[in-house]
């Protein structure tokens, strides 16, 4: 088991920067791959990034490529994105995920934050 803590979120203006935090508990958390996705009001969750368990790979969304940066920090259990030149289209709740496949292509996770909130305002 995973248990999964989002920090970080909060209201900015477009053009603006938040980093937000996921800080994951468990014995084997640093061998999961971790993923951000994300959910906007009346849209289905999207995928934002993902990286592997070593940080060898990432992968992003074209809509963040360039502007989010993942990364983790597995003796601390914590993975990172830095989000910058915020758009108001970033607006949404954003989770962090795990899971124990390899693969960063596919969006199944076993684990899932609570979620934080990100407000881009114009």
């Known amino acids: 088991q995973v248990q999964l803590v989002e920090s970080g979120g909060g209201l900015v203006q477009a053009g603006g920067s938040l980093r937000l935090s996921c800080t994951a508990s468990?014995?084997?958390?640093?061998?999961?791959?971790m993923g951000w996705f994300r959910q906007a009001p009346g849209k289905d969750r999207e995928f934002v990034a993902a990286?592997?368990?070593?940080?060898?790979?990432?992968r992003y969304s074209d809509s963040v490529k360039g502007r989010f940066t993942i990364s983790r920090d597995n003796a601390r259990n914590t993975v990172s994105l830095p989000m910058n030149s915020l758009k108001t289209e970033d607006t949404a709740v954003y989770y962090c995920?795990?899971?124990?496949?390899?693969?960063?292509?596919?969006?199944?996770?076993?684990?899932w934050g609570q979620g934080t909130q990100v407000t881009v305002s114009s």
């Open positions: 468990g014995r084997t958390a640093s061998t999961y791959t």
């Open positions: 990286i592997s368990w070593s940080a060898d790979s990432t």
């Open positions: 995920a795990a899971k124990l496949s390899l693969l960063l292509r596919t969006t199944y996770y076993d684990f």
